[in-house]
Nanobody
Framework: QVYLLESGGGSVQAGGSLRLSCAAS????????MAWFRQTPGQGREFVAV??????????ADNVKGRFTITRENAEATNTVYLQMESLKPEDTAVYLC????????????????????????WGQGTQVTVSS
């Protein structure tokens, strides 16, 4: 079992910045790829960014590429994943959810389905990000 706790959401004006954090604890969180999705009312979960188990590989949704950066810090008991968000736009308003997926660590690429919620095993409760124009 892996437990995920997000923090860092809030309200910001367009063009501003926020940094989200996700603390992962439990059974071997460092083994897991970690990702951020976001969700708005009545919509499904939208992929934002992913990092592999050791932070050496990342991927981003096209609509956040160049503005958002995902990083991670692996410690013995708790791993933390960050999402640095710059040049925020009103359309970035959503609940941001942290998730962990046990992807094979020997692959050079992420699984083909990594931009969908299906392959991920654990989810946090989410943190609200509101961007006003």
């Amino acid at each position: 079992q892996v437990y995920l706790l997000e923090s860092g959401g809030g309200s910001v004006q367009a063009g501003g910045s926020l940094r989200l954090s996700c603390a992962a604890s439990g059974r071997r969180p460092s083994w897991y790829a970690m990702a951020w999705f976001r969700q708005t009312p009545g919509q499904g979960r939208e992929f934002v960014a992913v990092t592999n188990w050791d932070g050496t590989r990342t991927n981003y949704a096209d609509n956040v590429k160049g503005r958002f950066t995902i990083t991670r810090e692996n410690a013995e008991a708790t791993n933390t994943v960050y999402l640095q968000m710059e040049s925020l736009k009103p359309e970035d308003t959503a609940v941001y959810l942290c998730t962990a997926g046990l992807f094979p660590r020997g692959l050079d690429t992420f699984p083909e389905s990594h931009m969908t919620p299906g392959p991920y095993d654990y989810w946090g409760q989410g943190t609200q990000v509101t961007v006003s124009s």
